[in-house]
């Protein structure tokens, strides 16, 4: 796997998004054999779920700092 990891080595948001690039061009590639495209899929799956995981964080302290400051108006995104 070719993703770079933070100081703590921890993955990040933008090193998982960039593995699911290589993953998704890898499983459109006609040559990958089938066992290495069930375990890409399979990986890809965790990758998305810590994204979303990591997006959902963000949105909640993003709604505490702006709960905060009580003249800023929350408005649901997408």
Same mark, same amino acid.
């Given at each position: 796997?070719?993703?770079?990891?933070?100081?703590?080595?921890?993955?990040?948001? !933008? @090193?998982?998004? #960039?593995?699911? =690039? /290589?993953?998704?061009? +890898?499983?459109?590639?006609? *040559?990958?054999? &089938? !066992? @290495?495209?069930? #375990?890409?899929? =399979? /990986?890809?799956?965790? +990758?998305?779920?810590?994204? *979303?995981?990591? &997006?959902?964080?963000?949105?909640?302290?993003?709604?505490?700092?702006?709960?905060?400051?009580?003249?800023?108006?929350?408005?649901?995104?997408?």
């Amino acid at each position: 796997m070719s993703t770079q990891m933070n100081k703590k080595n921890e993955k990040t948001f !933008e @090193d998982a998004l #960039q593995r699911l =690039e /290589e993953i998704a061009q +890898l499983l459109e590639n006609e *040559e990958t054999p &089938l !066992e @290495d495209s069930i #375990q890409l899929f =399979e /990986e890809g799956i965790e +990758l998305k779920d810590f994204c *979303e995981e990591k &997006l959902k964080s963000a949105k909640l302290k993003i709604n505490k700092i702006i709960k905060k400051n009580k003249d800023l108006v929350i408005e649901d995104f997408e």
